[in-house]
């Protein structure tokens, strides 16, 4: 395994350290209770995080441009996780044209508005889609409580649900996504569903998914880098629902 270089915008970052514990620190899931609603038994119960053995390091985007720029670090052998969108042209890691369309928000609208036929704007909602190597696993969805903190599970009816999975998978097509965690933001204007933005990582939203979701979100997206399976995705039974009533 190389050495892992979590990639972040801040110094103290919940992103980088959610992650990072993510990678370091297996657990395994309490009696958990499944999307569809139905109880799992104790035999069911997995590890939601992987065992390994190998050195986790994060990063801010502007030390790791100064290492770059004074040779001071070679990214051989170097497993990169960017957790932000402020990635320079000049680095190289296999996601990086993800990253770019990901960034440029207003083009990807366009290619959306052109391509998939939807509509865009600006939303406060965010659907978590777990691409791995088998396929997409859709998480419950994360609303925005206030400006500074988030909420999950935020239920949709299957009206909603259904419409918004399609367009997560014609998007994850479009951008010819590889196996990560995406954040798809999106809003509503009355009972249509519009897309806002991509994330190909788990964004800040992703924090509403620890001691919720089994594996969270973090923890997904390290399955996903490491080629990994994810079984399920599960919702902790004390959870508090909240449900889109538009």
Same mark, same amino acid.
């Given at each position: ?57 994060? #990063?801010? /985007? @502007? ?11 070679? &990214?051989? +052998?170097?497993?990169?996780? *960017? ?56 998480? #419950?969805? /994360? @609303? ?11 239920? &949709?009816? +299957?009206?909603?649900?259904? *419409? ?83």
């Amino acid at each position: 395994m190389p050495k892992v270089l979590i990639v972040t915008d801040e110094e103290s970052d919940l992103l980088g350290e959610a992650l990072k514990q993510a990678i370091l620190m297996p657990s395994v899931a309490p009696h958990t209770q499944n999307l569809s609603g139905t109880e799992e038994s104790p035999s069911s119960r997995t590890e939601v995080a992987i065992q390994v053995d190998c050195e986790v390091e994060i #990063e801010t /985007i @502007a030390r790791l441009q100064q290492k770059l720029t004074n040779g001071t670090i070679c &990214l051989e +052998d170097i497993l990169l996780c *960017p957790l932000t969108l402020d990635i320079p042209v000049s680095l190289e890691f296999p996601q990086r044209g993800i990253y770019q369309d990901c960034r440029d928000v207003l083009e990807l609208r366009q290619r959306v508005e052109k391509d998939l036929h939807s509509f865009t704007g600006e939303g406060n909602f965010w659907l978590p889609i777990v691409l791995t190597s088998k396929g997409a696993l859709y998480a #419950e969805a /994360i @609303a925005s409580a206030d400006p500074l903190s988030y909420l999950q599970p935020f239920h &949709l009816p +299957d009206r909603y649900r259904q *419409p918004l999975y399609e367009l997560g998978q014609r998007l994850l097509k479009l951008v010819s996504a590889t196996p990560s965690t995406y954040l798809m933001q999106f809003g509503f204007a009355g009972e249509t569903v519009f897309f806002d933005r991509l994330f190909p990582f788990p964004a800040t939203p992703a924090i509403a998914s620890l001691n919720i979701q089994l594996p969270n979100l973090f923890a997904c997206h390290w399955h996903c880098l490491t080629n990994t399976p994810i079984l399920d995705l599960t919702i902790a039974p004390a959870s508090e629902y909240r449900v889109f009533q538009p």
